[in-house]
């Protein structure tokens, strides 16, 4: 009798055992659903975001001092160029990160490529860093609602460039809708606690600018908080096919990610990357950004074929792009850029003029139009990498409009002009890429191209 009840509370424990651990499993978080096919579920490190995570939301306190305003700013002279005088009015051409912004000098010239004063904020283009998106959502909602932006030199009457010497350091000022006050925008980073000080001190407003600095630490905002930033993705990498990724980009942005694909192109210090998917049969394709890392030139070779580990960014200024590579020519982690196979043969996937226009999965990927007449022609006319840069418009065979978009092409050490291409009839290869939401081909070296009617 003993030995019956004794069986009968070993069976009760052992159902409740399983109960609670189906219970448990159940209870897990789920990686969402997807399309495309994985080849890992997300995993994450002991250190995870807060419960808020991906969303950031800051309101300063409205009792802490204004420091943005504690600098009288002086709106005379702004209808001069700042590159010429370092003083004038701007407008916004495209914003980089926390830190940088590209401007429209006063008269509309130049693109002025600008680095803050003073500040350092966390990366968030080439490098991904804790803090360094919430700095970049910062700035861009600053200046976007501005009614006015000015940049100010740090020495009277001259704009001086930072080490690399392609970008001017400048103070960074903005007037809002129905206000006739300036705000520094460098010291309004530092006061809310998204910025680390650079060379702060020796800066003309360099006593605000520590103030600032000194109460963003003492309240811990933001950087300076010891939480978590939500808008960063503290796990491990998800590995996963190139086609999972650029069909869910709601669902990795922000993740780290770890793929492999096939060099096609190099352009603007990244690659073209893309991978052959036997379901579909066809290639999908991600722009990688390297970044300005020594080693990168080793590893992002085309024709190349790597295992890439980075964080997936849909960008308001770049589009969706995969960023934060590292690289290690001895003792790579599991993070770093890895070769697998080189002299990997590179074959464009032929498609037409309507593939081009409507077939949005090819994307990033490697591709040839062939037998396409070129209509007109728009030559880009400015002081950055695009001057001489052509958009091609032409007409497909079975007369559809496409677009073809040039880097600034040369030929025997000179520039490729208007007339190379006016009239011709072409075959092309090239990236299949969108500018302003609009598809174009984009073509990278003359090789690229032949002539096949005149």
């Known amino acids: 009798m003993?030995?019956?009840?004794?069986?009968?509370i070993l069976a009760v424990l052992a159902a409740a055992v399983v109960v609670f651990a189906f219970?448990?499993?159940?209870?897990?978080?789920?990686?969402?659903?997807?399309?495309?096919?994985?080849?890992?579920?997300?995993?994450?490190?002991?250190?995870?975001?807060?419960?808020?995570?991906?969303?950031?939301e800051y309101t300063r306190d409205a009792s802490l001092p204004d420091y943005a305003t504690?600098?009288?700013?002086?709106?005379?002279?702004?209808?001069?160029?700042?590159?010429?005088?370092?003083?004038?009015r701007v407008t916004v051409e495209q914003y980089i990160d926390g830190d940088t912004v590209h401007f429209y000098n006063n008269s509309g010239t130049e693109i002025i490529k600008v680095r803050f004063l003073a500040i350092d904020t966390p990366e968030s283009t080439g490098k991904v860093e804790p803090w360094g998106k919430p700095a970049s959502k910062y700035t861009r909602s600053k200046l976007e609602k501005a009614a006015e932006i000015a940049l100010e030199s740090n020495e009277e009457g001259v704009a001086t460039l930072d080490s690399t010497?392609?970008?001017?350091?400048?103070?960074?000022?903005?007037?809002?809708?129905?206000?006739?006050?300036?705000r520094n925008l460098n010291i309004e980073i530092l006061a809310d606690g998204l910025a680390m000080g650079k060379s702060s001190s020796s800066t003309r407003y360099g006593t605000v600018a520590l103030e600032a600095l000194t109460s963003a630490r003492s309240e811990k905002l933001n950087l300076y908080s010891g939480k978590h930033d939500p808008l960063f993705f503290y796990g491990s990498a998800v590995e996963l096919s190139i086609k999972s990724l650029v069909l869910n980009r709601s669902t990795y942005n922000g993740v780290k990610v770890r793929f492999e694909g096939v060099v096609t192109k190099e352009s603007g210090g990244g690659i073209y990357v893309e991978q052959f998917d036997t379901d579909t049969q066809q290639n999908y394709g991600v722009y990688v950004y390297g970044g300005f890392a020594s080693l990168a030139p080793k590893f992002l070779v085309p024709g190349y074929r790597l295992s890439l580990t980075g964080t997936a960014d849909d960008n308001e200024s770049f589009g969706f792009q995969v960023s934060g590579l590292s690289f290690s020519l001895i003792n790579p982690t599991d993070d770093d850029t890895k070769i697998l196979e080189k002299n990997v043969e590179i074959k464009p996937t032929l498609i037409t003029a309507n593939d081009l226009n409507n077939n949005e999965t090819l994307e990033n990927t490697f591709v040839r139009l062939e037998n396409i007449t070129v209509t007109d022609i728009y030559t880009t006319q400015s002081t950055t990498q695009s001057d001489g840069a052509m958009t091609l418009t032409c007409r497909s065979a079975d007369g559809e409009t496409l677009t073809v978009r040039t880097v600034k092409l040369t030929l025997d050490n000179e520039t490729v002009t208007e007339e190379y291409f006016r009239g011709k009839t072409i075959n092309v290869n090239g990236i299949s890429t969108t500018y302003n939401g609009k598809p174009q081909l984009k073509l990278f070296t003359l090789g690229d191209c032949e002539i096949i009617s005149q």
């Open 70 to 88: 504690q600098i009288q700013f002086s709106a005379s002279g702004l209808d001069s160029d700042f590159d010429k005088t370092g003083r004038g």
């Open 23 to 56: 219970t448990l499993t159940s209870c897990q978080k789920k990686p969402a659903e997807t399309t495309g096919t994985d080849t890992a579920a997300a995993t994450t490190d002991n250190e995870t975001p807060d419960e808020n995570d991906g969303v950031w």
């Open 165 to 182: 010497g392609d970008r001017y350091l400048a103070w960074v000022w903005y007037r809002n809708e129905g206000s006739d006050v300036w």
């Open 2 to 8: 003993k030995k019956d009840l004794y069986y009968k």
